[in-house]
């Protein structure tokens, strides 16, 4: 009788073990993280009184990604969310904010906002971004299409697209973060680089 009482007993501490590591690691609570740069600890103080305005619309992501989740592109056609990382916002809005940062340090003479100005921009710009993924080898791939336009908006400057690729230095999420926001500073820079033509 002892023994078959042993012979139970073994089996359930196993899936009791079982279910309190899993349980476990259900607990662990996601990464959180974030677009672009921290923001400079320096103090700066400047009058942006009478700068022309650059407004930067909210920048269009394709639907199935604009959410909390990073997602990996795994073959063709699958996409797997990362289980411990999220964005701390929203894709589209990350976006945005990090675009708008890299698209101010690149134009000191201007104001550069994502919010809407009480006067009319100087320039508006559109941005469609139409591939922004991670393969499973840490690649990071951007395709965007801008428009800019004058007169508050009423007329379109230029009209233009371009593809860009980064590959992760290591592996892990933030490894690829970091190459995702490299992804958008070369967004940035095709950006300014017709801004300042017009």
Known sequence: MRMLRNRWRLPAIATIAVFMALGGCASVAPRIYLLGYP??????????????????????????????????????????????????????????RALTAALAKRQPDFRVTSSKPVLAAAQKVRIDVDTFEIREDGLCLLGARWSISEDGGRRT??????????????????????????????????????????
């Open 39 to 96: 923001s400079d600890v320096t103090p700066v103080m400047r009058d942006e009184t009478g700068l022309p305005i650059i407004e930067v619309e909210p920048v269009s992501v394709p639907d199935f990604q604009d959410s909390r989740d990073i997602l990996v592109r795994k073959g063709d056609n699958e996409l797997v969310a990362d289980p411990l990382a999220r964005w701390g916002e929203r894709l589209s809005v990350g976006m945005t």
């Open 157 to 198: 400057a230029t009209t233009d697209y371009a593809r860009f690729s980064v590959k992760a230095v290591g592996v892990g999420t933030g490894a690829i973060v970091v190459a995702m926001t490299q992804a958008i500073d070369q967004l940035a820079d095709r950006i300014s680089l017709a801004l300042n033509d017009h």
